[in-house]
């Protein structure tokens, strides 16, 4: 079955600080994954997907296979960054399961 | 480009009242699914739809129907509203197949009473 776990529902860092997401997964085939983020009452819009494995907004997030990851880091946060956060798979029916969700909030 | 509307953004509804949440897409997606949003339990699939005319059921179908007349339009129906269906609904689309991500609505948010 598939299944994306976010264990933390409220996270804090101070401005400046590293900031880490965690996402892990469960999936029988190779999973397509992705990470959104949600402004204060603003609709969901991706922030990454592991195929592009790109950088945006200084925020990267790396698929590791063996330990079912995909977890979200920056180096540096910014008062900006906080929202919420949610890391989605992509299942085999093109359906996507979102995990419950990481609340962000970074302390000028 | 508007992508993805949903109307209306907010709703006051009585218990055992009904309504329809509207929402179209101008991408031509031929996926289309609901989700309800609550505090600290994400997004869960009510319902979706892999074309005009095909929908299935999410994890959490009870209370509600659809329907899929068009690629661009996927109203919600909720019959005898209930308090347990105050939330915030979004409505997404996407294409089929690799590398394609799910895009959302504005949402609509719900409070039963």
């Known amino acids: 079955a598939q299944r994306v776990t976010q264990p933390e529902k409220l996270l804090s860092v101070f401005k400046g600080a590293p900031v880490e997401l965690k996402c892990n997964y469960s999936y029988s085939g190779s999973p397509e994954l992705f990470w959104y983020v949600q402004y204060s009452r603003q609709r969901l819009q991706l922030l990454l997907r592991h195929i592009s494995r790109e950088s945006i907004k200084g925020f990267t997030a790396d698929l590791n296979k063996g330990e079912t990851s995909f977890h979200l880091k920056k180096p540096f946060a910014q008062e900006e960054d906080s929202a919420m956060y949610y890391c989605?798979?992509?299942?085999?029916?093109?359906?996507?399961?979102f995990g419950t969700g990481t609340s962000l909030t970074v302390i000028p | 480009n508007a992508g993805v509307t949903q109307t209306p953004k907010f709703r006051i509804l009585k218990i055992g009242q009904s309504m329809t949440l509207q929402c179209t897409q101008d991408m031509n997606h031929n996926y289309m699914y609901w989700y309800r949003q609550d505090p600290g339990m994400g997004l869960k699939l009510i319902y979706y739809?892999?074309?005009?005319?095909?929908?299935d059921k999410g994890e959490v179908p009870n209370g509600y129907n659809v329907s899929r007349s068009t690629t661009e339009d996927f109203p919600l129906r909720l019959e005898l509203a209930a308090p347990s269906q105050t939330s915030v609904y979004f409505c997404a689309s996407s294409l089929q197949g690799g590398r394609t991500e799910a895009f959302f609505g504005q949402g609509t948010r719900l409070t039963v009473v």
């Open positions: 989605a798979l992509r299942g085999w029916s093109n359906q996507f399961y």
């Open positions: 739809s892999v074309g005009a005319g095909i929908t």
